[in-house]
């Protein structure tokens, strides 16, 4: 049986509508993953009809939840699409994240075109 993959899904405010537009158009690969999110854009996710696991908010510790994940080896890609043009009180936590993706090598997609690789090459 080939082990079901783990995404992880983030989006700031500004690219939520993007993130929604972006697991409609890969709905069916996205069915056989097991997904997890920060819980804003995990909420929005799960109006598309997919299972979702919700973390936290990101600025309340989602992002620094889904790091967490990422350095024990249980996230196998990350698609995060942050708003290069926001400003957010926990910087820090989404530093860290891309940071612990760059120790652990793991693959993180910063928007869509991105993203529709890893899919690919994923599941
Ligand atoms: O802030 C975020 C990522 O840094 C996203 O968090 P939410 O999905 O809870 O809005």
Do not use: W
Not at 48 to 69: C, F, M, N, R, W
Not at 98 to 108: A, G, K, W
């Amino acid at each position: 049986m080939v082990e079901q993959k783990t995404i992880a899904l983030i989006a700031h405010d500004g690219k939520k509508p993007e993130m929604v537009g972006f697991v409609k158009d890969h709905i069916d690969v996205l069915h056989a993953a097991k997904l997890i999110a920060t819980g804003t854009t995990g909420s929005y996710i799960r109006k598309t009809g997919l299972e979702v696991e919700l973390k936290l908010s990101g600025p309340k510790g989602g992002d620094a939840q889904i790091a967490a994940l990422a350095a024990e080896g249980k996230v196998d890609a990350i698609i995060f699409f942050r708003d290069p043009l926001g400003k957010h009180a926990h910087e820090p936590d989404i530093q860290m994240l891309m940071r612990v993706c760059d120790v652990y090598n793991v693959p993180l997609a910063t928007n869509p075109a991105t993203g529709e690789l890893i899919l690919k090459g994923l599941l």
